[in-house]
């Protein structure tokens, strides 16, 4: 079944930081874009950084510039480490997947096919 499973979401206060991670299964061959988006409550989903699995190359959202780092153990598990968390942070976050054959797509927020369920994060002031 193919799948992608978000966990290390939770609550923490400004300042703070947390890990996520998406394990990704059963798809042959996997996705060679994993990302994360996030949505806050009334506003839409924006795509927050992404990765190419193949060769490591990253994309961020400028709000997750210098704060966040996208990286993966292997094909199967990507991690968003966030530090300086702020409460405008809070939303969910959402790990998505899509096929590729230009790298250059890692820089499109469009497309993705794929989605886990999401975890939530919230942050307090």
């Known amino acids: 079944q193919e799948q992608l499973v978000e966990s290390g979401g939770g609550s923490v206060q400004a300042g703070g930081s947390l890990r996520l991670s998406c394990a990704v299964s059963?798809?042959?061959?996997?996705?060679?874009?994993v990302a994360w988006f996030r949505q806050a409550p009334g506003k839409e989903r924006e795509g927050v950084a992404a990765i190419h699995t193949q060769i490591g190359r990253t994309y961020y959202a400028d709000s997750a510039k210098g704060r966040f780092t996208i990286s993966q153990d292997n094909a199967n598990t990507v991690h968003l480490e966030m530090n300086s968390l702020q409460p405008e942070d809070t939303a969910i976050y959402y790990c998505a997947a899509k096929f590729v054959f230009n790298p250059d797509y890692v820089e499109s927020w469009t497309h993705y096919f794929y989605w886990g369920q999401g975890t939530q994060v919230t942050v307090s002031s």
């Open positions: 059963g798809y042959n061959p996997n996705p060679n874009i």
